[in-house]
């Protein structure tokens, strides 16, 4: 993509280390150079490895919110100059001008968006095809039996993973939706209340991710059910942070 090598690679964990010391950086506690590492790695695979447009925009939207909830300090303001700076050169490239026209629907986009968009249109249609489906879903299909590949869209390209919570509905069900709204709107309270900026930056990264990416909800690591137990341990969060 955009003429390099694109390595699909799992970024979960690489998230939680980033907003783990992003957060200790602009809140002005004192950090190893070593450090930077946990805050550099995870910027470079997202822009230079993986290359998702959403979860370049998940990313930085998230970086944007967290540090706009820090009061102002120097450090803040000398980190915000130079986001800004790094935004309007990312934006006038072909990656920025490619992310633009995904958000506004203008213009041409590149690769799968075009295939992903008739992927949602069509798991629309599945669930809306009886109240079992649309309570329930479709269930999870096995590409092994050609029914289900077929009924599942696998032979015209559609790929459930990078459909986002459209291919998550599509499985599972309105109730699904109902559970994966109710633990963020939990999660998201929790952290607020909490000034936990840590676990909320990494929940919002997965949850704005969730349009054309696999809730994190939904993926079999533990990164996610870490920052839940973190979140509900609130009360000896400092003394996790200092083990960490």
């Not at 079992?132 to 289900?148: D, M, Q, R, V």
């Not at 459909?163 to 999660?187: E, P, R, T």
């Not at 309270?189 to 809730?215: E, H, M, W």
Request: glycine share 8%; hydrophobic share 50%.
């Amino acid at each position: 993509r955009y003429g390099s090598i694109r390595i699909y690679v799992q970024t979960i964990f690489l998230m939680i280390s980033f907003m783990r010391y992003f957060c200790k950086l602009i809140k002005g506690e004192r950090i190893s150079i070593k450090v930077f590492f946990y805050i550099i790695a995870p910027i470079f695979t997202v822009f230079f490895i993986t290359k998702s447009r959403m979860e370049m925009v998940a990313f930085s939207l998230t970086v944007v919110i967290v540090l706009m909830r820090q009061r102002l300090t120097a450090r803040k303001l000398f980190i915000t100059t130079g986001l800004i700076i790094i935004a309007t050169f990312f934006l006038s490239s072909t990656v920025g001008q490619d992310v633009i026209a995904m958000i506004t629907g203008t213009g041409a986009m590149q690769d799968s968006s075009g295939i992903r968009e008739i992927g949602r249109e069509f798991y629309l249609l599945k669930l809306r095809a009886s109240a079992t489906n649309t309570i329930f879903g479709c269930g999870y299909p096995s590409i092994l039996w050609e029914k289900a590949a077929v009924g599942a869209g696998f032979r015209q390209y559609i790929n459930i993973n990078d459909n986002g919570i459209f291919g998550q509905v599509f499985i599972y069900g309105l109730l699904y939706l109902i559970w994966f709204v109710a633990l963020h709107c939990k999660l998201i309270r929790d952290t607020v209340a909490n000034k936990n900026d840590f676990v909320l930056g990494f929940v919002l990264i997965g949850l704005l991710g969730t349009y054309s990416l696999v809730p994190y909800c939904s993926m079999n690591y533990i990164a996610f059910s870490l920052a839940c137990a973190i979140c509900e341990s609130s009360d000896e969060l400092e003394d996790i942070e200092a083990e960490i």
